[in-house]
């Protein structure tokens, strides 16, 4: 479910509750889009984390440790944040109207001891999201961590020196100020479904919420949902309201048997009572850091792969269209011969034929077989002759050239398909970092010039050991896959990878030189079906040779080899 205007609401009054009054006394920005806020409060310092990432933005208290890494030169946006913002103390922290919209209020001492209120804007919207300093007085805005231009918005521009303006209410009436006669207008005016219809005409509900609401009112009621009161929706809703201001409902996180959040909320959803389990929280701020902790184990990967996995389906899509191009265009070149002999056989019949003709018929002489040529009535005979043996020599050429470009495009098509293979089976961050450090290296990527997270590579080949102390080594990219097979491992040590598919170099290297086990390389190749393409097949062909039977070709891309005397066997994907 998104972080809708309920959660939000429930979210803004009990951080107003714990945080107002503290002190702001450190800002981080350990991402492009995401803040941390230490803030000393009565009760002992708090972290306030702030998301404006598109896929999970958020706000929330921090409990749990996490392995949070600064860039080593903050931000402009940083900067300006502890410029105004650091120092300060909270006044405030509310929800705008039934908005997904929190504002913490600030007030911070300028250089002449005056008192200056500003205030920063959290818009939880999607991939609108955005965090946004204004200064209050003026109304202006100071700063923002993502910047909206007018080509990305006409409407509403989100840069320095503007007034800030609030996203378009679209004529809903806000879930905490409807009365029971604006919500009877809005069911009367409406021509869908109930539920569809209060998404349509009121603020801080999605559709799940109102299909609860309909829910709970019709079993409060004892009717159906087609003679439903606005009196009894507006019970329902008021009940719901009433909670969230007395801070009465449960926060609850529903989980699949594997134990991976699935939703949350502060009512119950009773789709997810019925088939899910749930655990239940004693405020607003654990329920939801323990839901995108958790769900974020998992789907932080994707988060973090995201650009790159766009990147690289966009690259992909170039290439296949460019060989799918260039093997038309050898297809037509490939009739390079014809054009010579409709040249030869101009010439041959060149008294024959009338000036100005748009085609000719001639026999041709090499099978005896009247054939139609065409003219450029413009042109002599002798000169359309000429232009065949024009288009057969450029053909030839062209022929020439394309196998090339074909042989070329395969290529990058066979090296990014296998970086999009190890991003989709990448597990940490580093190893999206160190992707995306081999893309910006080979020139696929441009450099930022603000890098987060891993500088220097501190990978090391997965390894696996064996019961017979020998043990199994994979690379997660590329590059490392190179430098696993042509540096790390001996030129007797045994090599597998997946068929015909973008895979990761394995090698199964025994011990005080024994020969390889029959165990041993049944778990290396299920290893190498399992970091390949073909995680989710059954009965992987991996074909499997000594190292020394795999080379490089000059001009080869990072990872792509040629190997000979090798053997294929079938795996189950497997990594355990």
Known sequence: MAYDGLVTGAMAIYLNRLLSGGKIEKIYQPDSDELIIHIHTKQGRQRLYISANSSHPRIHLLKEERDQKNPKNP?????????????????????ILAERIVELNIRQSDELGFDVDKKITVE???????????????????????????????????LPGLDYVYPPDHGKISFYEIAAKDLENILNEGDLSLPRTLVKGVQGINPTISEEICRLAIESSKNSSDSLSADDVWEVMNDMKLSIQSATYQTAVYIDKDGLPIDFHIFPLSDMENHLDKITFQNISDGVEYYYTHKLSTNRIKQKSADLTRSLSNMLNKHYLKKQKLSEELYAA????????????????????????????????????????????????????????????????????????????????????????????????????????????????????????????????????????SFILVGRNNKENDNLTFKIAHKNDLWFHAKDIPGSHVILISVNGQEPSKEGMLKAASLAAYYSKGRNSINVPIDFTKVKHVKKFHGAKPGMVIYTDYQTIFANPSNS
């Open 75 to 95: 931000t402009a946006f940083c900067m300006l944040l502890r410029k105004h913002f650091q120092g300060g103390r909270i006044k405030e922290i509310k929800q």
């Open 334 to 469: 490939e009739n390079a011969e014809l054009y010579r002999v409709y040249g030869e056989l101009l010439i041959a019949n060149i008294h024959n034929i009338a000036q100005g003709s748009r085609k000719v018929m001639v026999v041709n002489y090499y099978d005896g077989q009247e054939v139609e040529i065409s003219l450029d009535p413009r042109f002599s005979a002798s000169v359309n002759a000429q232009r065949y043996f024009k288009k057969y020599n450029k053909s030839k050429i062209a022929l020439k050239e394309k196998k090339v470009q074909i042989q070329e495009t395969d290529s990058a098509i066979g090296y990014l398909e296998s970086v999009l293979v190890y991003l989709e089976n990448a597990e940490t961050i580093e190893e999206i970092e160190e992707i995306r450090k081999e893309l910006i290296e080979g020139g696929y990527l441009r450099r930022k010039k603000n890098t987060y997270g891993i500088t220097k590579s501190s990978l090391k080949p997965l390894k696996f050991t064996l019961e017979d102390g």
């Open 124 to 158: 939880i919207m999607g991939k609108h999201s955005n965090i946004v300093a204004i200064d209050i007085s003026s109304g202006k805005i100071l700063d923002s961590i993502k910047r909206i231009t007018s080509d990305l918005n006409r409407y509403r521009q989100i």
